[in-house]
């Protein structure tokens, strides 16, 4: 029998971990049997041509590396019938019958598209955002959070140093999870988040009044980037409380970094999944983590699932940040 050929891509935002999704695609590839190649820049390699057969040592000393080996991007010219057609054909041209995408419901959607040009294709969640429906966890959210936490715990030092509020802003798109688990983790006064609609006199100014009223100085309120306007919300808590005010959006510090010890345990228990399907000749699924367990499903399912925010997790927020 002929020997199988896959490739591996990155696509949309980095996130600290896809390269041990990478490492394991590889490794498992490689000891299935399979030959394997990197895919450069995302959606874009398979247009160019831009692959490289990798081996074992191809991936040597990257798990514990930021960022993406392989580079990632957008790719407007894949997302289009032309464009997809391209990049099936470019990958019937060097044998390559199944591909995994690390990335996000963006990248998902054109890995349902590849696949239905007759590519299998396989997603692994991989974003800092937390964003995919399907799956509880996306690779990168650990080594994110982890950072946030610390960026905030030493704007804490200067807000408290100085009696001062302090207004963070985080990344995650349209999702609040960063937010959340970040705002939790430091004791925020106030989380605004896109899922739970927000009234700045409730949930900000009269939070920090009652606080005040025990003697709290200092405030941390992180905000989610779905949410932003932070430098307008430190104009509104000077002008309306007179407590000096800062505002720090955090930004792509967020995304790099050497992937924690979680986003390496996952992203690798998830590369090796992905490469099963593709033994086994099934496209069109996403690898997910559900009940903390890695499973499997179908992309359009997968699609078509809506997000929930952690409601209780956000009251207890609220309820011990006072
Ligand atoms: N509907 C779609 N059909 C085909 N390809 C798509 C589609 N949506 C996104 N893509 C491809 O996936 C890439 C990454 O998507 P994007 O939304 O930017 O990032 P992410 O995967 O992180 O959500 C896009 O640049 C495009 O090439
Ligand atoms: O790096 P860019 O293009 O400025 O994009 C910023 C966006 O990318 C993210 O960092 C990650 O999002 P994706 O993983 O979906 O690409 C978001 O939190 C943020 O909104
Ligand atoms: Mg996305």
Do not use: W
Not at 149 to 166: E, F, G, K, W, Y
């Amino acid at each position: 029998m002929a020997q199988k050929s896959i490739a591996v891509l990155t696509s949309g935002g980095d996130a600290p971990g896809m390269n041990a999704a990478v490492r394991a695609v590889v490794r498992a590839g490689i000891n299935k049997g399979m030959r394997v190649y990197g895919v450069y820049r995302g959606y874009n390699g398979l247009l160019n041509g831009d692959v490289q057969e990798m081996n074992l040592r191809s991936v040597s000393d990257i798990i514990g590396f930021g960022g993406t080996m392989l580079y990632t991007a957008r790719s407007e010219e894949f997302a289009t019938p032309a464009g997809i057609k391209k990049a099936a054909d470019f990958c019937r041209s060097i044998d390559v019958s199944g591909v995994v995408v690390i990335g996000g419901d963006g990248s998902f959607k054109g890995a349902r598209a590849l696949t239905n040009a007759g590519i299998n294709c396989i997603g692994i969640p991989g974003t800092i955002d937390n964003d995919i429906a399907c799956s509880e966890y996306t690779v990168g959210f650990d080594t994110a959070m982890n950072t946030a936490l610390q960026m905030v715990d030493r704007i804490r030092d200067t807000a408290q140093s100085h009696d001062r509020c302090s207004i963070v802003e985080v990344m995650g798109r349209r999702c609040g999870d960063i937010a959340l688990q970040t705002g939790i983790a430091t004791g925020a006064t106030a989380i605004l988040v896109p899922e739970i609609p927000y009234n700045i006199e409730r949930d900000v100014i009269q939070r920090i009044v009652n606080t005040q009223k025990t003697g709290k100085k200092h405030f941390i309120i992180v905000v989610a980037e779905g949410v932003g306007k932070v430098a307008e919300l430190a104009n509104y808590i000077e002008n309306r409380l007179g407590i000096e005010t800062r505002a720090t959006i955090l930004g792509h510090v967020q995304r790099g970094g050497s992937p924690t010890l979680r986003d390496r345990v996952v992203a690798s228990e998830m590369g090796f999944r992905a490469v099963e399907l593709l033994e086994k000749n099934l496209g069109n699924r996403v690898v997910a983590m559900k009940d903390g367990k890695i499973i499997d499903l179908d992309i359009n399912e997968a699609l078509d699932m809506q997000r929930v925010f952690d409601e209780d997790l956000y009251k207890i927020a609220m309820t011990i940040s006072i």
